[in-house]
């Protein structure tokens, strides 16, 4: 005991010897930071500005990457002027920009932040409003509706306040699909009539192409398909004249697909062999997927299904080429309704089951989704607590340095005396705890050891009177009444089998009645014939000592008449069966069968051990069946409850 309190504290002192290093290293940290550089940060800024217009994404990573690490170091270091906080709120912006393009949500929303933060502190309300513009998009993403609303409707209001028209717009657009996404159809559509109007007014063909596709989408959502191809033609017009190629054939191909499925197909072709000439020319061929699908869906209404299949096998082909899951699924689809129209049983179930390797994939996809989004909100929470720790250490370093030392050493003592008393606590606890476990335990192993010796004496008792019963029979010459000696020494040894299983295993509230049943047929087989074949099928069913008892006698009843009474030398192999088994709930069933003469009614009224039998059993809300059947002239059913 001494060695182990030596042991504690040894530990603990260590533990304070490192907890004081840290401290030391920690006021050294801040003493010697490196003087900050406007320079540096000017010369990142103009180097993220060159590689953004010259799309180099390696070096612009990097660049964007060494800012954001440079900024972070100094921002929480001391207040600094607002002509630098402006390029430290450029950088988060670049930074939030750079990971909004590469869909890693948690860093995009981390720089955006951080970018409106201090660009709401410098008052610079344009880039703040396309900040909170992004913001609530990124938000949408992950599924936090109440924020996403928040910031589009705060970025709409500064738009409004600055009169900037083309924020406005594409802010409205953003509210409307938002809406659109809650299946409000109508707030949806108000939204973007009203970006409509501006983009009217502004004559910017650009917001006009984006608004119209927007209202087309909500359209053909809310089933409204004549409205919808007239939108789309607007948007489409306006896709053209700012010269958006890979728009167009998008667009293109949404008018085909809406004419294709309204019973339209020839217009609707027209359009989607447009769309496929423009994206042969781009080489976009994830967009040729979704095309070639719409376009087998016109050649199976023209009945040309080897055209339609053609036209699927390259669609499918080029969405496993660009990992496009969705345009494969879309095909296959289209593909299962040509080979129901053959018949072609095979081809059915291959396209099904790859169907549903998509649904495994967009179920994991989903899961994989739900993870990330909360793990970015979960990331988001510790990252707000990370933030107001860092201004709470700006505070402290600035005003407080020299009174860190000390609030760590406070700390340390509190923390230690807390722990010797909770380490002292746990001894004493622990010892008193042992203590009391070795008397339980000994009084526990005292008292099996106690029962055990009760059963094994009870054994011995049930023995020694069946062996005086047995002594006492040889004494008579009289071959009934010896019999009748026997057979209540087998009654009584039925009832010791009980105890000596019991005494020779663990628990003594219930015993398994299979190991009993094996037990007893194994003593009444001495007085029996050899040739006789015992069978035992039983559950191992848990019953009370009085139970099996009882069950034993009548065992011993019925065993000993078959012995006696109902094989001769006429059947060549003597058979019995026995089995127990649970047929509801705490109702059982015993069943017994021989091959021999049988029993007849008259014999089976009078008979002293059937009467017994049916007197035991009815003590336990029971009843005794003589049923036989073909090949078993003896079959008795006994049920039986047990409370």
């Known amino acids: ?94 930074y939030g920009e750079e990971y909004y393009e590469t869909s890693e949500t948690f860093k995009a929303i981390i720089g955006y932040k951080k970018a409106a933060e201090l660009y709401e502190e410098l008052g610079e309300k344009s880039k703040l409003a396309d900040a909170w513009s992004v913001l609530g998009i990124l938000f949408s993403n992950i599924g936090d509706e109440a924020k996403c609303i928040h910031y589009l409707s705060q970025s709409i209001e500064i738009y409004i306040d600055l009169k900037d028209s083309v924020g406005m717009a594409l802010g409205f657009n953003s509210m409307g699909e938002f809406y659109s996404r809650q299946n409000n159809f109508s707030e949806a559509q108000n939204f973007v009539s009203r970006g409509l109007e501006i983009g009217e007014v502004l004559e910017n063909h650009y917001v006009l192409s984006i608004l119209q596709n927007t209202k087309a989408r909500i359209e053909r959502e809310s089933g409204d398909y004549k409205e919808a191809i007239k939108s789309y033609q607007k948007s489409l017009s306006y896709a053209k004249l700012i010269d958006n190629e890979v728009n167009v054939s998008l667009i293109l191909n949404n ?81 299962l309704k040509i080979y129901e129209q053959t018949q072609d049983q095979a081809k059915i179930a291959e396209v099904l089951n790859k169907q549903l390797d998509y649904y495994k994939l967009l179920n994991k996809n989903l899961r994989d989704q739900l993870n990330r989004n909360t793990t970015v909100k979960y990331k988001l929470e510790k990252e707000k607590y990370k933030n107001e720790y860092k201004v709470f250490r700006r505070q402290l370093e600035i005003e407080k340095e020299r009174d860190i030392l000390s609030i760590y050493y406070t700390t340390a003592i509190i923390f230690i005396i807390l722990l010797v008393a909770f380490l002292l606590f746990i001894i004493v606890r622990l010892n008193s705890s042992n203590k009391k476990n070795k008397i339980i335990t000994k009084q526990s192993e005292e008292r099996k050891l106690l029962l055990q010796e009760v059963h094994h004496r009870v054994k011995n008792n049930f023995q020694i009177v069946s062996s005086m019963l047995r002594l006492q029979s040889y004494n008579f010459d009289n071959e009934t009444l010896r019999q009748n000696f026997e057979e209540a020494v087998n009654r009584i040894n039925a009832m010791a089998i009980v105890h000596d299983v019991i005494y020779r295993q663990e628990k003594f509230k219930d015993i398994d009645s299979k190991r009993y049943l094996e037990k007893l047929i194994k003593s009444l087989r001495k007085s029996g014939d050899s040739r006789i074949l015992i069978t035992i099928d039983s559950e191992e069913i848990p019953f009370k000592i009085e139970t099996l008892i009882n069950i034993g006698i009548a065992l011993n009843e019925l065993i000993t008449n078959s012995f006696k009474h109902a094989f001769n030398h006429e059947i060549a192999q003597p058979k019995i069966e026995i089995s127990l088994r649970e047929i509801g709930d705490k109702t059982y069933e015993l069943v ?52």
């Open 1 to 94: 005991m001494i060695r182990k309190k030596s042991q504690y504290f040894i530990a603990i002192t260590i533990g304070l010897f490192l907890f004081v290093s840290s401290s030391a290293a920690q006021k050294n940290k801040l003493e010697n930071l490196s003087e900050f550089s406007e320079d540096t940060l000017s010369e990142t800024i103009r180097k993220i500005q060159f590689f953004t217009s010259e799309e180099n994404k390696d070096s612009l990573q990097y660049y964007v990457k060494r800012g954001y690490d440079y900024v972070e170091r100094y921002n929480f270091v001391a207040k600094q002027s607002n002509e630098v906080l402006t390029q430290f709120a450029d950088i988060y912006f670049y």
């Open 255 to 335: 008018l085909g697909s809406i004419y294709v499925e309204n019973d339209r197909p020839e217009e609707g072709i027209d359009y989607l062999r447009r769309a496929l000439n423009i994206l042969n020319e781009s080489n976009f061929e994830f967009g040729k997927t979704y095309v070639l699908t719409n376009m087998a869906k016109y050649y199976i209404l023209r009945s040309e299904n080897k055209l339609a299949q053609e036209k699927l096998d390259e669609a499918i082909k080029l969405a496993i080429k660009t990992d496009n899951p969705e345009g494969e699924f879309n095909a296959l689809k289209v593909q």
């Open 592 to 643: 017994y069968k021989d091959n021999g003469v049988g029993i007849s009614k008259g014999a089976y009224e009078s008979s002293f051990g059937m009467e017994l039998i049916e007197t035991i059993i009815s003590n336990f809300e029971g009843e005794v069946t003589y049923a036989p059947i073909n090949n078993w002239s003896t079959l008795f059913k006994i049920t039986f409850k047990e409370d």
